[in-house]
């Protein structure tokens, strides 16, 4: 199993940026698609952003244009910049290890969640 660690959530206003970053316990970490998830206040988990193992991105409709998802092999990380923010993006993110390196299924681990509060 791999043990994710989220960093850098907190509170910002809107149209603020913040920057997620997530580091993975083991060099795995490059033949595996990762993302990243979150839940907001009544909603289920749902992909903000995934990479796969080569590097191509997707992403939700609703971050499309705002948010970049980015790895660093060498460091087994995986960020998540985040422009222009909404009260709407508040929530728990949580970062998101992929069995395979494409961005399908359900991911095979979780991090702990950091949570994300935007201001008005």
């Known amino acids: 199993q791999v043990q994710l660690v989220e960093s850098g959530g907190g509170l910002v206003q809107a149209g603020g940026s913040l920057r997620l970053s997530c580091a993975a316990s083991?060099?795995?970490?490059?033949?595996?698609?990762m993302g990243w998830y979150r839940q907001t206040p009544g909603q289920q988990r749902e992909l903000v952003a995934g990479?796969?193992?080569?590097?191509?991105?997707n992403y939700a409709d609703f971050v499309k244009g705002r948010f970049t998802i980015s790895r660093d092999n060498a460091k087994n990380t995986v960020d998540l910049q985040m422009n222009s923010l909404k009260p709407e993006d508040t929530g728990v993110y949580y970062c998101?290890?992929?069995?395979?390196?494409?961005?399908?299924?359900?991911?095979?681990?979780w991090g702990q969640g950091t949570q994300i509060t935007v201001s008005s």
């Open positions: 998101a290890r992929f069995l395979y390196g494409f961005v399908i299924g359900s991911p095979r681990d």
């Open positions: 083991r060099s795995i970490f490059s033949v595996n698609a």
């Open positions: 990479i796969s193992s080569g590097g191509s991105t």
